[in-house]
């Protein structure tokens, strides 16, 4: 009998997007986060894809010194696969953002693949009441450039170099493929590429079934058998797109970072929970899911014992 084909999930537990008002379930402190990285992988995520924030206030940081407090835990605790941030939050340089990932030297981490329009703005209709002055200050933002230019990408590439670190490159529309296809024929990426097509977040590619598609042919075209493909959608759009992501050969993330629902308003109580609702799906489509050393072997990845943490 044929095996069932295995599907990585990517868990992203807290991201920069989201801010400690609209849910008193996104992970803030250290212990929380490292708690929700932990029970993610325990409900089936091979990989969790980590950020830090001030455990005061909620506000993304991306000090090493801030990733210190929870890396070595979630390596004690799990087999999982940490996938270390050089997004950061789109306010911060280059320089700021790519520290965490130089200094751990962690198996995979996440490169953004254009500069491209960031709106948060619409997230201030549905969340009105917030804490603290710096969410407000963030979201009402109507003039954030997220910036990846050739030669930001060109640095966090030569400045991680040296680590055999691995890269999920995020593609937010069809210019990042193309992007990544120059970084890819020069030979400064390898195969196999790790794409995280993302759709649904106000400034890139929508989240209809066109898109995609789209995305997908594009990207098959581009690439062919020199790559693995998994989505990320944003809010509502989480759960469909990663069910048509499944059930077109890809991997698909969750997670707080892309959306803090688990149904029509319904807040997601953890990561874990949201991991269990893809893993559902994943399974009644027939197929199974991917181990952290499934996931290592499928995206060629150094291994746990190799990590700067």
């Known amino acids: 009998m044929a095996r069932a084909r295995k599907v990585i999930i990517t868990c992203a537990v807290t991201g920069a997007i989201h801010t400690p008002s609209m849910s008193p379930y996104l992970p803030v402190t250290p212990e929380e986060i490292a708690d929700a990285a932990i029970g993610a992988a325990e409900a089936g995520a091979a990989i969790v894809h980590l950020h830090a924030r001030n455990p005061q206030t909620g506000e993304p940081d991306q000090t090493p010194e801030a990733f210190a407090n929870f890396l070595p835990v979630i390596k004690q605790r799990s087999s999982c696969v940490v996938n270390i941030t050089t997004g950061g939050a789109p306010t911060m340089t280059i320089q700021e953002r790519v520290r965490p990932a130089a200094t751990f030297k962690p198996e995979i981490a996440s490169l953004n693949l254009g500069s491209m329009n960031f709106g948060l703005f619409g ?98 075209r581009l690439f062919g058998d020199q790559y693995r493909w998994s989505v990320l959608g944003a809010g509502r759009n989480q759960m469909n797109i990663a069910a048509m992501a499944a059930a077109m050969g890809g991997n698909v993330r969750v997670g707080l970072e892309d959306s803090l629902w688990a149904g029509p308003g319904r807040l997601a109580q953890s990561n874990a929970e949201q991991v269990a609702q893809v893993r559902r799906i994943i399974e009644g489509l027939g197929l199974e899911v991917a181990t952290p050393d499934d996931a290592r072997e499928m995206l060629s990845l150094k291994g746990g014992d190799r990590v700067g943490f």
């Open 123 to 220: 997230m201030l209709d549905r969340f009105k009441d917030l804490e603290h002055e710096w969410e407000r200050t963030y979201l009402a933002n109507k003039d954030i450039i997220f910036r990846n230019s050739f030669g930001q990408i060109e640095h966090i590439l030569t400045t991680c170099a040296g680590n055999d670190t691995r890269f999920e490159f995020e593609c937010y529309d069809t210019a990042h493929l193309y992007n990544l296809k120059y970084f890819f024929d020069r030979g400064l990426v390898k195969a196999p590429l790790f794409i995280q097509t993302v759709f649904g977040l106000q400034g890139g590619i929508g989240s209809h079934p066109d898109d995609v598609m789209h995305m997908k042919r594009t990207a098959d």
